[in-house]
């Protein structure tokens, strides 16, 4: 898996052109200009925000004395930069003029394929798919988009999946349970942003949160999306009107910056259940008719977990697998580690002794059903073959 937060060159200088930006942003501001800035806060670091004013939420902040390029001013002093891995805005008050843009070299250049942010379907593709029972039902498509971002945001932390439909129901008081025909009722309260969703099963499992964001002058930048999703690389269910009185939730998962510094968004829309495609080819855009720039105007509100997310690829390292933590013993005295789950299909890596303590990092079922144990050692062991050692 990649995440990589990384644009220079002449995709930074697009940038200042192309971005496509709410009304109240005017790179021409009378006050302040884009170029090179450095941080002239007395003593503390300067806060990076979501959009510009202090209402919005942090994402990182610069130390005194940084010069950042500032990207896009907006009317009320505020500046859009890119530095490191920060995406975000800072309030120009707070900093120095310095020059025009440096010009970069060209062996400075990203290539297209180097700028991809959130998570990727290579890796998380297996939590996000769409159950028929509740993606065909009116109504539905808010808690199914829901369960997977919080489907997502489990895989994403390095933990077992555990969050199901009917979890997210039951949080947002509506039946968790389906008809004789499998069939959901809708729900007519959505959550606020102190609903908690949880696993109902397990009373020590984590609680998330979920912030709803409802401000108009942001919701609808195509910008602040990418940011959030900087943020929150699980994803954020963005809800939006279509037609005359529709209503529809769909889960923005990634994108891609473009080398013309334009942005493809991919979604999972509950409506179509074909799992992860371009914004334009969801059923809300490419079934209602309209385009990417009409849904983006239509935006009311987005949801995403509370708190940031910090993606450790090593947590992807078997997309296909659930991340335990076990230390096993061999139990068998003929037993064998294989490159892949099914001995069948697989090749022996190691013979094992009876004894031999083992570090377990994922669990996994083969095309058969039968556990396998993935070691720290990256080899796939039998599970009947080895039993756990307690603590």
Known sequence: MKITKLLTGAAVVLLTILFILPASVDAQAADYKTGIYKINTESSPLNVRTCFGTDYMKVGEIAKGTKVNVLLVSDNGW????????????????????????????????????????????????????????????????????????????????????????????????????????????????????????????????????TRD???????????????????????????????????????????????????????????????????????ISKEGGSVGKYFSNITSIWYVTGELIVNDDHFAHPEAQPVNLTVKVTEKKAYSYTQAGASKSKRADKLTKGDILNVRYSVKDSEGNTWYITEDDVYVNAENVKTVKD
């Open 214 to 284: 409802y401000q108009d002058t942001h919701a609808k930048n195509r910008e602040y999306i990418a940011d959030l999703l900087d943020v929150h690389p699980e994803g954020v269910v963005v809800y939006a009107n279509y037609g005359s009185s529709g209503r529809h939730g769909i889960l923005i998962s990634d994108y891609t910056r473009k080398k013309d510094g334009s942005i493809q968004f991919y979604a999972y829309d509950p409506a179509n259940g074909n799992g992860r495609c371009k914004l334009e080819d969801t059923w809300m």
């Open 79 to 210: 500046g859009k930069i890119i530095y490191g891995d920060i995406h975000g805005w800072i309030s120009l008050e707070f900093c120095k003029y310095v020059g025009e843009e440096e010009k970069v070299s060209k062996s400075s250049k990203v290539k297209e394929e180097d700028v991809a942010y959130g998570i990727s379907p290579e890796n998380l593709l297996w939590v996000t798919g769409w159950k028929q029972e509740f993606s065909k039902s009116s109504g539905l498509c808010t808690s199914s988009a829901t369960t997977s971002l919080l489907r997502r945001r489990q895989a994403a932390e390095g933990k077992e999946v555990t969050i199901i439909f009917g979890d997210v129901r039951q949080a947002m008081g509506g039946n968790p349970t389906p008809d004789k025909n499998g069939k959901y009722e809708s729900c007519s309260s959505y959550f606020s942003s102190s609903t908690p969703f949880k696993d109902f099963d397990n009373e020590d499992s984590d609680v998330y949160y979920l």
